[in-house]
């Protein structure tokens, strides 16, 4: 089994920063991409930003030039830096990954994964 663990959500001022921190954990032959998505209550979970194994990144529109995503393969983390948040970025986040695990030896299989979830809210 792997797990994915965010840290980092909070609450924090309009126009303030917050840095979200993802970690892999469990039996993994590599990771693919990672990304972050974010879900409001009641609402269809969207994606934020993606990264691959090779570093190239992806944004949604509503937060490109706000948000960088990164990832410290050695440590099997992504991170997410969001810079003047706003209101409107008030959601739950989720940490994903796309990953091979070993299966037997002459096996690895393809997963996906979901961490928990970390609030973050932006009061206005």
């Known amino acids: 089994q792997v797990h994915l663990v965010e840290s980092g959500g909070g609450l924090v001022q309009n126009g303030g920063s917050l840095r979200l921190s993802c970690a892999a954990s469990?039996?993994?032959?590599?990771?693919?991409?990672m990304g972050w998505y974010r879900q409001a209550p009641g609402k269809q979970r969207e994606l934020v930003a993606t990264?691959?194994?090779?570093?190239?990144?992806n944004y949604a529109n509503s937060v490109k030039g706000r948000f960088t995503i990164s990832r410290d393969n050695t440590k099997n983390t992504t991170y997410l830096k969001m810079n003047n948040l706003k209101p409107k970025d008030t959601y739950v986040y989720y940490c994903?990954?796309?990953?091979?695990?070993?299966?037997?030896?002459?096996?690895?299989?393809?997963?996906?994964?979901w961490g928990q979830g970390t609030k973050v809210t932006v009061s206005s």
């Open positions: 469990g039996r993994i032959f590599s990771i693919n991409d």
């Open positions: 990264i691959t194994s090779g570093g190239s990144t």
């Open positions: 994903h990954a796309n990953l091979f695990e070993p299966q037997f030896a002459w096996e690895v299989r393809p997963d996906d994964y």
